[in-house]
């Protein structure tokens, strides 16, 4: 059974780099063809595409999100981090992991497993 589990801190300040780790265990980041992303869900808001990196390591962000998003990968350890620099009171969501079908749709609905999600607050 696939299991993803995020990992970070819950507060961060603005202006700061927020960095979160996705641990997946049950199956591997490098197996053809899937795709390991990022989503977050703002209160009272719907799900956000942020990013995902692919099995051969190559990444795609979200254009509203590029120039400030940054995903890498540890195969040894079986994770994924996603970086999110220049924080505003805007970024404060639950962040997700999740894995893709397959089928690289690179959408919250093209995902067949998530993580619990976990809160992020920006605020000084």
């Known amino acids: 059974q696939m299991e993803l589990q995020e990992s970070g801190p819950g507060l961060v300040k603005p202006s700061q780099t927020l960095s979160l780790t996705c641990t997946v265990s049950g199956g591997s980041i490098t197996t053809n063809y899937h795709y390991w992303g990022w989503i977050r869900q703002p209160p009272g808001k719907g799900l956000e595409w942020v990013g995902a990196i692919g099995y051969s390591g190559g990444s795609y962000y979200s254009p509203s999100l590029k120039s400030r998003t940054s995903i890498s990968r540890d195969t040894s350890k079986n994770q994924f981090t996603l970086q999110v620099s220049s924080l505003t009171p805007e970024d404060t969501a639950v962040y997700y992991c999740?894995?893709?079908?397959?089928?690289?749709?690179?959408?919250?609905?093209?995902?067949?497993?998530w993580g619990k999600g976990t809160l992020v607050t920006v605020s000084s």
């Open positions: 999740a894995r893709d079908k397959g089928d690289a749709s690179l959408v919250p609905d093209g995902m067949d497993y």
